[in-house]
């Protein structure tokens, strides 16, 4: 049992220990662990801590696959081959993971001169030290919206920018980048259907006629796309299909 004056002090030893390490850690010349150096960016001239560059950095890399698919030549490219597949009635073969790495690499050989251009513009003389950050992004940009700006039409541009509110642009540079975006995603789809119906029409007449001779020998019950399926892979392989859709989607893409 303690006693009176032992519990009269109690109170002032248990907040004499909860001081202890701030005392240590305060003293001068005590041992104790640094602080970590903390790194400053600055982001239109106010300072950025570092969690929050983390922050950005994460968000730029989770936003890439959207980019891919909307600021290069994979849209175009993957709705041709999806098209291809179903004209020649082949169910899931090729598989998406076949299409996905044709287009994958299809786009890189497409889009390679462009990156090379944002590459030695833009991101080799900022990483050299030799530009600021903004001039660099300016100079890396500007070979893609010239790729982009080749492929839009006219109609689809003059229809974002109704929509944006803005009248005529007096250059291309004065076109706000979502503007571009959406004009440029437009052109893609509709380029890719224009291509697609293109590729649809030898296959349709390959199943109208089968269609026509199972009727008139009166075998009804027998599906034409069974029986049309064979002709059109013998087809598209007498053609050399593959190579010849590949070639058309390389070539159909306006240089920038």
């Given at each position: 049992?303690?006693?009176?004056?032992?519990?009269?002090?109690?109170?002032?030893l248990?907040?004499?220990?909860?001081?202890?390490?701030?005392?240590?850690?305060?003293?001068?010349?005590a041992?104790?662990?640094?602080?970590?150096?903390?790194?400053?960016g600055?982001?239109?001239?106010?300072?950025?801590s570092?969690?929050?560059?983390?922050?950005?950095?994460?968000?730029?890399?989770?936003?890439?696959?959207?980019?891919l698919?909307?600021?290069?030549?994979?849209?175009?490219?993957?709705?041709?081959?999806?098209?291809?597949?179903?004209?020649?009635?082949?169910?899931?073969?090729?598989s998406?993971?076949?299409?996905?790495?044709l287009?994958?690499?299809?786009?890189?050989?497409?889009?390679?001169?462009?990156w090379?251009?944002a590459?030695?513009?833009?991101?080799?003389?900022?990483?050299?030290?030799?530009?600021?950050?903004?001039?660099?992004?300016?100079?890396?940009?500007?070979p893609?919206?010239?790729?982009?700006?080749?492929?839009?039409?006219?109609?689809?541009?003059?229809?974002?920018?109704?929509?944006?509110?803005?009248?005529?642009y007096?250059?291309?540079?004065?076109?706000?980048?979502?503007?571009?975006?959406?004009?440029?995603?437009t052109?893609e789809?509709?380029?890719?259907?224009?291509?697609g119906?293109?590729?649809?029409?030898?296959?349709v007449i390959?199943?109208?006629?089968?269609?026509?001779v199972?009727?008139?020998m009166?075998m009804?019950?027998l599906?034409?796309?069974?029986?049309?399926?064979?002709?059109?892979i013998?087809?598209?392989?007498?053609?050399?299909?593959?190579?010849?859709?590949?070639?058309?989607?390389?070539?159909?893409f306006?240089?920038?």
């Amino acid at each position: 049992m303690p006693t009176l004056a032992t519990a009269r002090w109690l109170p002032w030893l248990t907040l004499l220990l909860m001081l202890l390490p701030a005392l240590a850690f305060a003293a001068p010349g005590a041992p104790g662990t640094p602080l970590p150096d903390v790194n400053v960016g600055r982001i239109g001239g106010q300072p950025v801590s570092l969690p929050l560059q983390t922050l950005l950095l994460m968000t730029a890399i989770t936003l890439i696959p959207s980019m891919l698919l909307v600021l290069t030549a994979f849209t175009r490219i993957i709705v041709v081959l999806a098209l291809l597949r179903q004209a020649l009635g082949t169910g899931q073969t090729p598989s998406n993971q076949v299409l996905l790495g044709l287009a994958l690499f299809l786009t890189a050989m497409i889009m390679l001169p462009t990156w090379d251009k944002a590459w030695s513009a833009g991101m080799a003389p900022y990483l050299d030290g030799q530009i600021d950050f903004q001039t660099a992004w300016t100079l890396t940009t500007q070979p893609l919206r010239g790729f982009m700006l080749a492929q839009i039409r006219e109609t689809d541009l003059m229809t974002f920018a109704g929509i944006a509110g803005h009248g005529t642009y007096a250059s291309p540079d004065a076109v706000p980048f979502p503007v571009l975006v959406a004009s440029f995603v437009t052109s893609e789809l509709k380029t890719a259907f224009e291509i697609g119906f293109l590729i649809f029409i030898p296959f349709v007449i390959i199943d109208l006629v089968v269609a026509s001779v199972l009727m008139s020998m009166g075998m009804m019950m027998l599906s034409p796309m069974l029986v049309s399926a064979p002709f059109k892979i013998l087809l598209f392989v007498l053609v050399d299909g593959w190579v010849l859709t590949v070639g058309t989607l390389a070539a159909s893409f306006n240089p920038a």
